[in-house]
């Protein structure tokens, strides 16, 4: 088993990635081989200055001489560097060199070259970005957070399938309650795509739970909560904003006065707890479902932990098997649902 | 000067009604008329009951014998109740007899029965409502939080429009600067919506200051946050759950440990001024803009304090005589911008 790992991708390469890379390798012991992709001598300087003891075996590189930098155009950078540490990584992916890729680069492109390199599960019409959200019992995956701006109604019902099928792999729950974004609880209420996407929901195999609001989302009322990638997109990123709005106004008001200092200071491993329920290093990266493979993505800025429990995800999604069970039930439910035009495929 | 109050509108109603109503009335001390509008011997024993002063002249009852309950159909609703508390105060607002509607009640209905009989201000495609939203300096105005499901980018510019004007009359502020909700800072990032909204915008002479993302929302990085109804919504209602999910997650770990105790003990008065930042009732009500007159729209499960403030604000909307800026502004900017097919109004 080998994971690819793109070692120059994102705002802490290489070294971030290096570092997480190493304590996944620890972990995995010897079973799995980490492929650090990107610029070989400098990968090989940084690796020699590692303190701490690894396997040699369990890490190898691979060279790239080019990288794809954060604010380059996708499309246009996925064209002119056929050399970039991401497009080599997915090439090991396509070639069966490699199980998953891992990288926290430029998402527009990490998207579009797993799509372009790998293709999608046979039955998918439009891959999804996959994120946890934490809620007050567990987690609540969000789906699609970014991939597709604007989605069919057909797309949201595969997000509800893909979305079920991993939760029930990954986080072990025989069957996931699916709800879909909505602005009301009634299947009357809602906007063109949400209303038709009701229906499709709801006459599908899914443990669809309906409509579940704004306010719903961190309640744990849905296991998996299906939504177009625009929204999700805007959803993640205010929640994981949160957190810094939280602690910097408990922090004016605690400069202020010794009572509030005191009290901030007792009550220091409980703020710990609360960072740590919404914090995404945790859940180290995203994963993007219905392509031909395994990939996540990780924020740009990923510290080595979010990069080491990123390699560590997608050890477990490869090992899960939850790619061939998206594409037997997609194809299952392609002969059941018409794709009419309405569905029409947009890539 | 009257302001006509939904009296039986609300999860509190109509006792959270008339007590916020006659704090309102002590404040204005006699220079504003509050028409409580609903069953009249039920507010007439209610007000018997109330013991703190004021000005008997200053709150009158309206007589309306039927209510519209929560839960329906808002369409249908208006049609049968002819004489609910709702229609009744809107009907004051649209012979003169008030200048504005405050109602905590079903708010589809109010929303339609505000269109159905004010109608629009000139110039004026959708009406949109504005939520306030606090940041780390503070307010910002999200608009459309819900009057429009799925929108046009003719729409969002308008609402940019007039949620510039709103911010600058009620908040004193020369200049807003209008962000436009979006995935991504780059003119090049959205959905099909926002790549045409944002050209439009751009255009204009609004001070827009281009896209802002989930993260930016409440870190004031715009004043005045332009977005369509069905986005606006599950935003808002996010937003509204955080307070509990940062209370609840604290709580639980405060339950266990002594230490953790003493400290939200000693931090208590920090807390509340988070919990206020982000509070509703602080701010009253969402006014629903474009619409030919003036209506707030409350929570349904409103305090007395939150349909105090809701008056408060209903009153400065009447006094800054912001509609007529609106549609002044809508109307030069019909003649600059044609409407195209693809601009078509659609209510």
Redesign the interface.
């Known amino acids: 088993m080998k994971i690819a790992v793109d070692a120059m991708g994102g705002d802490h390469a290489p070294d971030a990635i290096i570092k997480g890379a190493i304590e996944a390798a620890k972990l995995f012991n010897g079973n799995v081989e980490i492929a650090l992709v990107g610029n070989g001598p400098l990968l090989r300087e940084k690796l020699s200055h590692i303190t701490y003891r690894y396997r040699p075996q369990s890490v190898s590189i691979v060279e790239a001489a080019e990288t794809i930098e954060m604010g380059e155009?996708p499309v246009a950078a996925l064209r002119k560097k056929r050399n970039s540490s991401l497009v080599v990584a997915m090439d090991l992916l396509k070639t069966g060199q490699a199980q998953a890729v891992v990288s926290a680069g430029n998402t527009g492109a990490v998207m579009a070259s797993a799509l372009f390199t790998t293709g999608r599960l046979e039955g998918v019409h439009r891959p999804a970005i996959v994120s946890v959200l934490p809620n007050?019992k567990g987690i609540t995956l969000l789906i699609d957070v970014?991939a597709n701006?604007?989605c069919k109604p057909i797309n949201l019902l595969q997000f509800g399938i893909m979305g079920s099928l991993y939760y029930r792999h990954i986080f072990r729950c025989p069957n996931p309650r699916v709800g879909l974004?909505?602005?009301g609880e009634e299947r009357?209420k809602?906007?063109?795509l949400?209303l038709e996407a009701y229906r499709l929901l709801s006459e599908s195999q899914l443990n669809f739970v309906g409509n579940v609001?704004?306010?719903?989302?961190?309640?744990g009322a849905a296991d998996v909560i299906v939504c177009?990638?625009?929204?999700g997109?805007?959803?993640?990123?205010?929640?994981?904003?949160?957190v810094g709005?939280?602690s910097?106004?408990?922090k004016d008001?605690?400069a202020s006065n010794v009572?509030?200092k005191?009290?901030?200071?007792?009550?220091?491993?409980?703020?710990v707890?609360?960072k740590r329920?919404l914090d995404y290093e945790e859940y180290g990266g995203a994963p993007l479902l219905g392509i031909d493979g395994v990939c996540v993505i990780c924020h740009g800025s990923s510290s080595p932990k979010a990069i080491k429990n990123a390699i560590i995800l997608a050890l477990r999604i490869v090992n899960s098997g939850v790619n061939n069970q998206i594409k037997y039930q997609l194809q299952a439910m392609n002969t059941a649902v018409p794709v009419t035009e309405n569905h029409r495929v947009r890539v």
């Open positions: 155009s007050q970014g701006t604007d974004l909505n602005i009357t809602g906007n063109d949400t609001e704004g306010q719903d989302i961190l309640s177009d990638g625009f929204l997109n805007v959803i993640l990123k205010f929640a994981e904003s949160i709005l939280v910097s106004t408990i008001k605690v009572r509030s005191l009290g901030a200071f007792l009550l220091a491993p409980a703020f707890k609360f329920k």
